[in-house]
């Protein structure tokens, strides 16, 4: 069984990528703190069984990304409400007619988004949201460069068809 000093040996060094990759992931810095200190708890918990594990940094860096992507699962509906909440706050000055479009061609690219094969969804946020560079991406999630680039362009090929589509729907409609 590990003891205290072994698991900082062990696990402590790894907290700043496992910091990162929470943040990238959550886009908020306390609820990153949050899953982390979650994912420590749990590794403490697990002491035990983690001697078998022979990539300690593979292992806590898929417990972090699960505990992220449950939270997102939990909270979406919620951050979608508030973005759109935002958003018609700092567009006071537009038309209603315009700010209830531009709402709903956001609520619809966010739906569009969600369904995307989840490492295109994770990628394209990492990208697109939080900015991080194809290396960064590569390190977050262990992908290679080259899938990243592919990722990336697939999902942002799904999602100009989705719009594509809409727009000819509305030309064709009006």
Known sequence: MMDAAGFKQEFLPLHPRLYRLAYALTENRRDAEDIIQEAYCKLWRQRKELSHIRNTEAFCVRLVKNLCLDFLHATRHERDRTSLDNLSQADKCASPETQTMERDEITLLQQWIEQLPLNQ??????????????????????????????????????LREQYNKLKEYERERF
């Open 121 to 158: 969804r994770q990628v394209l946020r990492l990208h697109g949201i939080e900015g991080c560079s194809p290396k960064e991406i590569q390190q977050l999630t262990g992908l290679s460069a080259v899938n990243i680039r592919v990722l990336i362009s697939r999902a942002r090929k799904t």
